[in-house]
């Protein structure tokens, strides 16, 4: 008896999750510029755990309760008003972030990661930790749901390049029958003969961002594996999985 596959999907879109069965999945929070990268660097250089919150006062209020907290994040790309740091991953090395509870909101990211609420599991993904997440999610064998925080709910490039960087490493082990996760893969292996900034350069996001200054984040965040680390929600708390 042949055994039967995983479903491997992609949700371009939070606009998009209602329409996915997310019970019994892994669920993979995508936000590449940057929530899901800042998540990853923090964790890989020692922060005690990443509480991702969808609202700037509960962000501020969490930060005033919890001690050895950093208060962090972003709107439209830049540091909200009331916290202390941005949703940048080079403001987060070892020195800095080390023992410490970092408290996290974002535009796109956290908002998604709380829209999930019945997955078996959760995690972050990011290119800083691709392979991590690639073989967390084949370990696992169970359906699995790429989840892209895209921009105000509009579809974006580099999210989508993510997903697909996963669908083409790992679908070999799953059934794959999602045109999402089919145009992710194409995306990708257009993509690949360039680095992935090279090819993200043309995105709204990176102009966007960039236009604050920010471009130096960015080729950060293309950077494949620099933090090999698998962020998983255990409670409120994001932590590496171990």
Not at 214 to 235: F, K, N, W
Request: glycine content about 6%; hydrophobic content about 40%; overall charge negative.
């Amino acid at each position: 008896m042949v055994a039967t596959l995983p479903k491997l999907e992609v949700c371009l879109s939070p606009a998009l999750l209602h329409l996915y069965n997310t019970q019994g999945a892994v669920v993979v929070i995508i936000d590449v510029f940057r929530a899901t990268s800042t998540i990853a660097a923090a964790l890989h250089n020692g922060a005690k755990c990443v509480i991702p919150v969808a609202d700037v006062q509960e962000c501020i209020n969490l930060g005033m309760q919890i001690p050895n907290s950093i208060t962090a994040g972003e709107r439209d790309g830049k540091v909200a008003d009331g916290l202390q740091y941005g949703n940048s991953p080079s403001e987060y090395p070892r020195a800095f972030v080390e023992n410490k509870t970092l408290v996290l909101t974002t535009t796109n990211g956290t908002r998604l990661l709380h829209m999930v609420q019945d997955a078996d599991t959760i995690i972050t993904g990011s290119f800083l930790n691709l392979s991590a997440v690639c073989n967390f999610l084949i370990q696992q064998n169970k359906p699995v749901l790429l989840g892209c925080a895209a921009w105000k709910d509009r579809f974006n490039l580099e999210d989508t390049l993510f997903a697909g960087a996963v669908v083409s490493r790992i679908k070999e082990y799953f059934s794959i029958n999602c045109d999402s996760a089919r145009a992710a893969n194409y995306l990708y292996e257009h993509a690949k003969e360039s680095t992935f900034i090279d090819f993200l350069r043309d995105s709204s996001h990176y102009k966007r961002l960039s236009a604050y200054g920010l471009s130096y984040d960015m080729e950060y965040c293309a950077t494949p594996d620099l933090h090999p680390v698998v962020p998983i929600l255990r409670g409120r708390e994001l932590i590496v999985h171990t």
